[in-house]
Every structure is written in structure tokens, then in C-alpha cells.
């Protein structure tokens, strides 16, 4: 194979959109002031508007406020994952946050103020980050000088307000953007289920349980010294509902001796529906084996902008969850879709991240799975073929991308099989980051070769990559491999990126990234190595149940929350925000993770693979831990 330089096309990443975290550009008027809604007007122009919506029409809309002290509250948080600071785990309450880094109750009353001045009811959230308002069309129509209008966009029919809303510039100072006024994303669960052609039959660690996690990364010892998880909750954001009975069924089959009556769901906005209803189920059952004796809190909400956001909201704000799981979310194009179209930068990322800061100052280790599309996040959201400028180009998936949550990326342990079908024999020898390109050849076999093929067999594995909102945070600066790597060109995007093609004969290159480099660790999340999970028909509790088999990093983001509701009982702390402890761990001696550094497609999630010698590698991050080693290390300070 060939080798050359490559850089990342990160041309679509302005400096101004970095910067918008800290300084939006708003449009002024006289009296008002233009804030950022979640869609911007290059979408929304796109759509076919057939009429307005009825004024009496009900409308759930979020005042999102911007942070006070942002910087202080950044030093804060190093603080608290500093053995050397006095403030070393010294975390904050709900209070003590919303007094220091949210704006003044009397900033909050002008906002709730001007509001329920047009009728408009609202609830503030205990961080004062959040105003949730309830009103109708007409008087938010009225108190943001907009239009509410039905619409229709990809075959998919929602309201939008065409034009950002408006505020006076009093209060507009406050606001950094505003939710719910369009209601047009939805977001994806980063869950596959394994689909063999039913003649082959492969051998190896399938159809795996908790215990084939427990032994293979070393999390026995924890175990042995009597932890359980016993004073811990467990918190999992979602955007499906699912049955409670299910989890406690499978912790039964697996011989789990769990904690009676631990699980609780909390309904967000009204509560979510069904659609995805696997994905809660094995994040519920997952965690909640690692750490048998953890309370488990599932936060549902619809599967909206306002649902996702006011999810973490309520989970952060309550502050009984100390381990936080995510495993939805929207990848990183479907915004920078907005910004090639020279549309203002949506302020939605930041959303998150504001949420996930007040998160690690007051002691919650948060998690979001890094997406299964491997190098490419948005394939499968957007068709190959689209003409979507930058949907085939490398990618990450958000709410992953912030620096303040842990991005939990994929492998595949070793395993093997032959295809009576096909003739094929597929092997993996070892470990290796999760990238389907070790099956390419049996996809051919299969005559599976095709475009329309592309995004559901090929362009799948561990989410890696780069950010192109957040910059490098601290914790990766001068880390060994961050912002560098090494890959296996194998898909030739066009040069707006608007579809791919397959090499003919992969390359290996190398070249130079920025940004966020994601994901921060990886454990086992291919389909083909994948874990079982029990399900029953949504809605009706034992009704057609059984077991399927899953991947996707899906399941590594509640388990390192389970995993981590176990340290804690074991080290008897609150280890708080995992990545400045484990970027530090990972670049001294006796490392509790093994980077995964074979070059190659043995070794690879599409693209990125391992460069030998680094501690960090796109593909799998810091590489996969050893938990009782990991346990050892936060607690040896």
C-alpha cells in the first residue's frame, strides 16, 4: 500500500464558529434583538410551508441562558480533578452553581416577567440555566414577533418559525438561543442488532453477558473487594420508553442478585414514546448489571430538540445521579449543514455543553456513546448520494463532541467465521478497533457491493474523529497521537463531500487534525462480538419476550457509568469527570489502558487506525482499560 500525507477537510470549521461559544454574533434593532433558534433559516427556507399554525395551538419552547464567569467555572472544574487543589474533588451543589455561573434571579424574573406578560407560564430549572416556557401559537407568535407555520421538509412534517425570534435587548443579553420554536431534528440511538445471513454461523465470544465484560476487563477485583454499587444511582438519558420488567428478567437469567425496586423513570416534558424502546432496555440492563445494588433513574422525553435537552437538564439539576449514560444523538453535518449555507451558527452544541460543565463542577461522570458509523457519523442520517455538502466526509457525533462528557467509542474482540454461503472465512486474531472493513470481502461475496449498501454495511464502526465546533480541550493537548494520525483511506469522498467512493486498493496516509479528538476510551461494541439483551413488545411487558443480540457503542456508555457507580462504591469518593484524570493516567507509568496500535485495516473504524508508540489513537482513544487498575488510579490520589 501507498503512503501519503492527507489533512482533514475542516475548512467548513471557521474560526468565528469556534468562537461562538463565547461570543454569538446577534442581528440588533432598535428595541429588540434577533437570538439563535435551534434551526437555522438555511434549513427552514428549504421547506414547503403550507399554512400558519392555529393560534391556540399548545407550544413547549426553552429559554436557553448563556453561563456567567465561563472561564472560572472552567478553572473550577480542573480544580476538582487535580490531586494538587485543595478543591480536588470538592464539588458544588445545584445552588452554589446557579449562584456563581448562572444569571441573577433578577435576570431570570425580566425573562419569566416579559413572558407571562403575553401569558406565557414558565418553570425555571434549579440551575437557572434553563426557562421552560408552556403558551400557545398565538402568544408566542406575539412575544417573539414571529410566525409559527406548519411545514414539511425530506417527507418529514413539523412547525418551524421561518424567521429567529425576537426579544428586547434587555433580556436578549441573557439568552443564548431559544428551543422548540421548530421542532424538525430527530435524533438516532447509536444501537445495531446483529444481522448474519442465517447460513453462517460464527464462532467465538458471541451472544455475550455481563460476566464476559467482567472477566475481560479486569473487573472482578472491584467485586472481590465487596463493592456493588450500593449507594450509587445510575442515571440514563433517553429518548424511549421501554419495559422496567425486561431488565428485571435478564438480571435474573444472568444470576444477578440485584437491588429490589431500583429502577424509576422520570418522565421529561410529558415522557417519550416507543420508538427506540431497545436502545433504554439494554442501557437500563447493562448498567444496572455492572453495579447490581445501584438505584437506576431513566429520564424520558420526547425525541425533540426541547425533549433531549430538558432530559439532561433534569438529570443534572436534580443531582441525584452521580453516573450519567447517553446513547442518542445527531451528528456533527446536520449542523455544519447550516453553516455551508452561510446560515448563522446554531447555538445547540454549546446547549449541552453548558449542561455537561455544571455536570462535572458538581461531581457527575457523564458518558454519551461516540456513534457506529465509524469515521462517518452522518451516513446513515443522510443518504450517500444526498448532495448534502460535507455529509460524507469525516465526522463526529454531538452530544459526544463536547469536552465535558466522556466519548465512549467501539472494538472487536477476536472471533472467527466461515460462510458455508459464500466460501469466506473472516478472522479476527485480536482486540482491534470497530470498523467492518475486516468484512468487506464477505460483504462482496454477498453481492452486497452497492451504494445503496454502503451506509448500513460498510461505513460501520467505533465513532472517531475530530470536532468541528470544540476546540482541543487542555486534558489531550500534548498527549501522544492528538490532533496526528494515521489512516486507511479506503472511501474517496467527492469534493463537497456529497457521496463517496470505494478505493480500489486502501492507502495508508497520515496528516494533522484539530479540534476535540474523539472518543476517549473503547471497550467491545461491534454487533458481531455483541452482548444479549431481553426485550418484550413496546408497551405490553412479556408479551413475544426473548433475547436478540446487539453492538454499538450504545452499550459502552452505560457500561462505564455502571462501571463507574462501582468504583465509587469500591474507592468510597465521587470520582467526578473522568477525562482530565485519564488523559493523566494514560501518559504516566503503569497505564490502566492498553492503546490499540497496530496500523492497518486489522486495526481501524473506517479510517483512523493505531500509530505505534502513541497513547492516543482516533480510532479507539486511549484504548481499552483495565477497570480494577482504573479503580486503583482514582483512588491512589
Request: hydrophobic content about 35%; proline content about 7%.
Amino acid at each position: 500500500m501507498g503512503q501519503r500525507r492527507w489533512t482533514i477537510p475542516l475548512a467548513m470549521a471557521s474560526a468565528g464558529m469556534l468562537a461562538f461559544a463565547v461570543s454569538p454574533g446577534f442581528a440588533y434593532g432598535d428595541t429588540s434583538q434577533s437570538v439563535p433558534q435551534d434551526v437555522s433559516p438555511a434549513v427552514l427556507s428549504q421547506a414547503s410551508y403550507f399554512g400558519d399554525l392555529p393560534d391556540d395551538t399548545p407550544v413547549t419552547v426553552d429559554i436557553v441562558l448563556k453561563l456567567r464567569n465561563a472561564q472560572a467555572l472552567q478553572s473550577y472544574i480542573n480544580q476538582t480533578t487535580d490531586p494538587s487543589s485543595r478543591n480536588y474533588r470538592h464539588y458544588l451543589s445545584v445552588s452554589q452553581f446557579a449562584q456563581q455561573y448562572a444569571p441573577s434571579p433578577q435576570d431570570i424574573r425580566a425573562i419569566t416577567n416579559y413572558l407571562q406578560a403575553f401569558g406565557i407560564q414558565t418553570t425555571v430549572y434549579p440551575d437557572h440555566l434553563i426557562i421552560t416556557a408552556n403558551g400557545t401559537v398565538g402568544q408566542f407568535n406575539q412575544a417573539f414577533k414571529t410566525k409559527i407555520q406548519s411545514a414539511k421538509l425530506n417527507g418529514r412534517s413539523f412547525h418551524a418559525a421561518k424567521q429567529n425570534p425576537m426579544l428586547p435587548a434587555g433580556i436578549a443579553k441573557d439568552v443564548l438561543c431559544v428551543l422548540g420554536l421548530t421542532n424538525y431534528y430527530n435524533f438516532k440511538s447509536n444501537a445495531l442488532e446483529r444481522n448474519l445471513d442465517p447460513a453462517d454461523t460464527p464462532v467465538g465470544p458471541l451472544n455475550l453477558t455481563p460476566q464476559d465484560l467482567i472477566s475481560h476487563y479486569d473487573v472482578g477485583p472491584l467485586y472481590q473487594q465487596g463493592a456493588t454499587g450500593a449507594g450509587q444511582t445510575i442515571g440514563i438519558v433517553t429518548l424511549a420508553d421501554f419495559n422496567p420488567e425486561d431488565a428485571y428478567a435478564f438480571w435474573n437469567d444472568m444470576g444477578i442478585n440485584v437491588k429490589a425496586n431500583r429502577i424509576t423513570e422520570v418522565p421529561v416534558d410529558g415522557g417519550a414514546g416507543w420508538d427506540g424502546y431497545d436502545e433504554t432496555t439494554l442501557d437500563v440492563e447493562q448498567s444496572g448489571a455492572l453495579a447490581p445494588q445501584a438505584d437506576i433513574r431513566v429520564y424520558e422525553a420526547p425525541n425533540t430538540d426541547t425533549g433531549f435537552v430538558d432530559a439532561f437538564a433534569t438529570a443534572i439539576s436534580e443531582d441525584i445521579a452521580q453516573q450519567i449514560s447517553v446513547s442518542w444523538g445527531l451528528a456533527e453535518p446536520a449542523i455544519l449543514y447550516l453553516v455551508a449555507n452561510n446560515a448563522e451558527t446554531p447555538a445547540y452544541p454549546y446547549v449541552f455543553n453548558q449542561l455537561f460543565m455544571e455536570a462535572a463542577a458538581q461531581g457527575q461522570s457523564m458518558f454519551a456513546a461516540a456513534g457506529d458509523e465509524g469515521a462517518y457519523d452522518a451516513v446513515r442520517e443522510f443518504y450517500l448520494n444526498s448532495g448534502v455538502p460535507g455529509v460524507a466526509l469525516p465526522s463526529v457525533d454531538q452530544p459526544a463532541d463536547s469536552p465535558y462528557i466522556t466519548a465512549a467509542g467501539g472494538t472487536t474482540l477476536p472471533f472467527h467465521f466461515t460462510s458455508p454461503s459464500t466460501g469466506i472465512t473472516v478472522h479476527v486474531d485480536q482486540e482491534r478497533a470497530w470498523g467492518w472493513d475486516y468484512l468487506y470481502n464477505y460483504f462482496d461475496a454477498r453481492g452486497l457491493n452497492n451504494p445503496a449498501q454502503w451506509a448500513a454495511r460498510y461505513l460501520v464502526g467505533g465513532g472517531g474523529g475530530f470536532s468541528l465546533f470544540f476546540p482541543t480541550p487542555d486534558y489531550q493537548q500534548g498527549v501522544p497521537g492528538v490532533n496526528k494520525f494515521t489512516g486507511v483511506l479506503q472511501w474517496i469522498p467527492t469534493q463537497n463531500g456529497s457521496s463517496l467512493t470505494r478505493a480500489t486498493q486502501p492507502q495508508i496516509i497520515t496528516g494533522n487534525g484539530a479540534g476535540r479528538n474523539l472518543p476517549d476510551l473503547s471497550m467491545n461494541a461491534d454487533p458481531y462480538t455483541g452482548y444479549l439483551v431481553y426485550l418484550s413488545d413496546p408497551g405490553k411487558p412479556g408479551s413475544n419476550a426473548g433475547y436478540a443480540v446487539y453492538g454499538g457503542t450504545s452499550f459502552v456508555a452505560p457500561q462505564l457509568a455502571g462501571l463507574t457507580a462501582l468504583i465509587n462504591d469500591a474507592d468510597h469518593t465521587r470520582v467526578g469527570f473522568w477525562n482530565p484524570q485519564i488523559y493523566r493516567f494514560a501518559t504516566t507509568k503503569n497505564s490502566p489502558f492498553t492503546p490499540l496500535n497496530t496500523t492497518g485495516t486489522t486495526n481501524d473504524n473506517d479510517l483512523y487506525t493505531g500509530t505505534a508508540g502513541t497513547v492516543y489513537n482516533q480510532a479507539t482513544g486511549l484504548g481499552i482499560p483495565d477497570i480494577a487498575k482504573l479503580a486503583d488510579r482514582f483512588a491512589g490520589h
